[in-house]
C-alpha cells in the first residue's frame, strides 16, 4: 500500500513500488487528465509537478512521490498562475486535438514559476521536451508569452 | 462547449432514424421544437454512393423550452475545428450565441449521418465544412422561420414583420420579443417549410469570424474525455503484442512468470496477438514483458526497406490504367527532341497519433458497447457485429474526441481486435495500445514509386506530360466501388487536376500492394501527387533557366484563382529578395502550387541546410484560397498544424523493415518536430464567395514540395527520394 497527496487529496493504493505515477493516476486514482504518450520520457504528454517540479510520470514511480505532492492538470486551474495559463491557452486558440495540452500547460507552468519572463530560447529549452502533433508550437509560444504579460502578438 | 452526458444510443441503427428515436437519444431534453434535415439531400456524392434523391430524415436539431439549443454532431472532433464550425452554420441562421449550442456524438448511421461528399458517416476527405455548409444553415433557417411563424400567430401579425435576434423572436414595429423556449411546443407541431431563403453573406454575424474554439475549456483543464479516458464500472485494462510480422500466427505462450506480477488477471490469445488483461496499464505491460511467446512468422519474415524498393521499381516497369490522357503524350514525349524525366519515391509513413490506439468493449449475451474515438462509427459497428454474430443494432457505438486522427481512426483493425479480446470475458476491457505496438502495426502511408517525363519546347515550356504511378491502392481495400477501371482515384489525386496548361497530359497508374497493411495519411493522394508535380515543375523551372515563381505563373494561364494566389504568396514572401545565408551553411527559397479538396494553397518555404546538411525549415509563408470560410482561424490554425505535420514527414519521416519487421518504435526514431524545430507560419486568406474548400489537409500536403524545392535553391541538390534528411547525407 502507498500513498499519493494529489491534488491536496490523499489516495492509498495497492500497487507496487516500481508502479509509474502515470499508471497510478489513470487507472487506480481515475485521474485521466494526466495523459499517456509514449512510455519513454519522449513526449511529455505525461508530465505533472512533484513538489511544484515538472516531471514525466510514465517514467517516475510512486516511490518516488512518497511524502511529496502531486499536482496534475485537473489541479493546477487553483493556483493563480495556474489559471492565468489555462486562460491563454484559450485566449490564444492554442487548441486543436487537445490529447498534448494537459502536458504542454503543466511544463509551461512549471516554466513560469522559475522564471516570470522567458525568453524565446526559455521557452524553447522548456517546452521542446513536449511534443505535439497537431503544432500548435506558435501557439503555445504566445499563450507563454500572454500568460507572462508579455505581448504576445499572433501570427499575420 | 458543453459535451452532454452520455444518454441512450437509439436501438435503430440501421433504420431510419426517426423523431421517437432521436427523443430517447436525447432523453433528458425534454419537450422542444425538434427538427430534422437531410445532409445527403440531392447532393450528389462524390464516390458515387448514396446521395438519393428522397428526403431522409437525417440530423437533428433540438431547442428545449428553455432554449437551449442542440445539434447531433455527425462529425468528430479530431482537433480540425468541427466541434465550432458546425454550431457556427447553424447558429448564423437560427440567430442564436454560438456558445449556446450543444453537442451530442451522433450514433452510428450512414443513412442518417452520412456526409454530403462522402456518402456515409466518415470525418475524412477535408468534407466536413464542404458538406455541411449548406444544409446546416438550412436546418437553423428553417428553425427560425417555424419560430417566427409561431410568435406572428400568437401576436397575429404578419411573419414578415417580426424578426429574430440572439434567441428571441422580435416583433419590430411594437418591439414585443419573446424567447425561443417559449415557441418550441407550438413549432413542433408546425411542419417544416419547404423553401428556406439564407442570408446574404454580408450579413453573416457569426460564418467568417474568429470564434473561440468550444472545446478549449474542457482541453486545458483535463476534463475533455478521449477515448483511452473511458471510465466503465468493473472494467479491466489490456495490453496486447501483434505478430512482429505481418501475417504471422500465434503458436504458443507461457505465462508462468506473467502470473506472478501483482495486478495480472489473465492472458486472451488471438489468432495473431496475445494480450494481458490486468488491474491496471502498469500491471498488463509488466506481464506482457513477462510472457514466453512463440510465434510462427509466416510467408512475410524475410523483406526489407531494400527488397521492398525493388518489388515496386520493378511493378512500375509494367503499363498502368490511364487517369488521364489528353492530346498525345506518349507519342510527342517518344518524338521530342528535348525531354526531361526523373523517378520520385515516398516512403512508407506511420500516423503517429499523440493518442496512442484504444478501444474498450463489453460484449454480453444481448448486446455489445464500445467505447472509442472514431472517424468511422458505422464501420465500426459493422465489424462489431460480424465478430460477436450480434444485430448491427445491437452493437452500441459511444464515440469520443479523438486525439489526433490523421487517417489513422479511419481504421477499424484496432476495434476489431478488442472486440475479439472482450468477446472472451464477461467484463468491460480497456484495449490500449503501447506507443511501440502502435507505431509498428499501424496501417502504413503507402509508399509510391513515379516516373515522370516531359516534353519540352524552345522556351523550356512542357509539352507533354507523362506520369505514371505505382502503389497500393488503399481505395480497392477501403471502398472497392469508387476504383474504376484499374484507377485509384485517391492515388491519382493531385496528379490529374494539372492547374498548368501542359497540351498533352498522360496519368495511369500499377496498382503494387506490399506484404503490409497501408492506409490513407494525412492529405491523402494529395500529399504524394503534389509532392512529385511540384518538385518535377521545379525541375522543368531550372532547366529553363526561369524563376521557379515566374515560370509557374506563366504556366497557370488557365487557372486564375491558383495564379492569384501564387500571386500574392510571391509579395507577402517578398519572393524576389533572396534569403540571407547564414554564417555556416546555405539558404534558399522554395515555392508550391496545390489545388485539391476544393482549395486553392500556396507555400513558400524558407530553409537553411547547415554544413552537416541538417535542414532547418525557418519560415513558411502561406496563402490560402479556401473559398468561404466558417473560423477563419481554424482555418489558419489548420494550415500551421498541416504544414508542421508535413515538414515533420518530408524532413524525417520513413518507416522501415527488416526481416518482414517495422524497425522504428516510438519518438526517439520516428522523429517528431518540437518548438525549438518549428518555424514561422504566416497564414494569408483571400477573401472569397466561392463554396468552402477543405482545410484540414491541404496545408500538408503543399509543403513537402516546397521544402524539397527550398533544399535545391538552397544546394543545388534535388531530393526525389523522401526523406529529405536522409537523402542530403547519404549518397
Known sequence: MITLNVNGDQHDLDVTDDTPILWALRDVVGLTGTKFGC??????????????????????????????????????????????????????????????????????VALLKENATPSDQDIDNAMSGNICRCATYARIRSAIKLAAGQPAAKEA | MHMLPETQTPDTARGDVSRRDFLKLSSGLGIGLLLEFSLLGTACSKLGIGGKQEFTPNAFIHIDQDGVVTIVAHKVEMGQGTYTSMPMLIAEELEVDVSKVKLQHAPPDDKAYGDALLGAQITGGSTSVRGAWKPLREAGARARMMLIQVAADEWKVRPETCYAENGEVVHQPTGRRVPYGDLVEKASRLPAPTAVTLKDPKDFKIIGKPVHRLDSPSKVNGTAEFGIDVKVPDMKIATVSASPVFGGKLVSVDDSDAKKIQGFQQVIKLDNAVAVIADHMWAAKQSLAALKITWDDGEHASFSSASLREDIAKASEAKGAVAKNTGNAPGVIASAD????????????????????????????????????????????????QLTGLAQDKVRIHNHLLGGGFGRRLEVDSVAQAVSIAKQVNFPVKVVWTREEDIQHDMYRP??????????????????WQHHITGSSIMARFFPAAVKDGVDPDAVEGATDLQYAVPNVYVDYVRHEPPLPTAFWRGVGPTHNIFVVES????????AGKDPVAYRLALLKNAPRAKAVLELA????????????PAKGKAG????????FGSYIVQVVEVEVDPDQQVRVKKVVCVVDCGYTVNPDTVRAQMEGGIMFGITGALWGEINFEQGRVQESNFHNYRMMRMNEAPVVEVHLV??????????????????PAVANAVFAATGKRVRKLPIAKALTTT
Open chain 1, 39 to 108: 512510455g519513454m520520457s519522449l513526449c511529455g504528454a505525461c508530465t505533472v509537478h512533484l513538489d511544484g517540479k515538472p516531471i514525466r510520470s510514465c517514467v517516475t514511480p510512486v516511490s518516488a512521490a512518497n511524502g511529496k505532492e502531486i499536482t496534475t492538470i485537473e489541479g493546477i486551474g487553483a493556483s493563480e498562475l495556474g489559471k492565468r495559463v489555462q486562460d491563454a491557452w484559450i485566449e490564444q486558440e492554442v487548441v486543436q486535438c487537445g490529447y498534448c495540452q494537459s502536458g504542454q500547460i503543466m511544463s509551461a
Open chain 2, 338 to 385: 528535348k525531354k526531361l524525366e526523373a523517378v520520385y519515391e515516398l516512403p512508407f509513413l506511420a500516423h503517429a497519433t499523440m493518442e496512442p490506439i484504444n478501444c474498450t468493449v463489453h460484449v454480453q449475451d444481448d448486446g455489445c458497447d464500445i467505447w472509442v474515438g472514431t472517424q468511422v462509427p458505422v464501420v465500426a459497428q459493422m465489424v462489431a457485429a
Open chain 2, 447 to 464: 509508399y509510391y514509386y513515379d516516373r515522370i517525363s516531359a516534353a519540352i519546347d524552345e522556351q523550356g515550356n512542357p509539352q507533354a
Open chain 2, 536 to 543: 518535377f515543375i521545379d525541375e522543368l523551372a531550372a532547366n
Open chain 2, 570 to 581: 510571391a509579395e507577402k514572401a517578398n519572393w524576389s529578395t533572396p534569403v540571407a545565408a
Open chain 2, 589 to 596: 527559397k522554395g515555392v508550391s502550387v496545390l489545388f485539391a
Open chain 2, 687 to 704: 477573401p472569397s464567395q466561392e463554396n468552402p474548400g477543405g482545410i484540414g489537409e491541404p496545408g500538408t500536403s503543399a509543403v513537402m
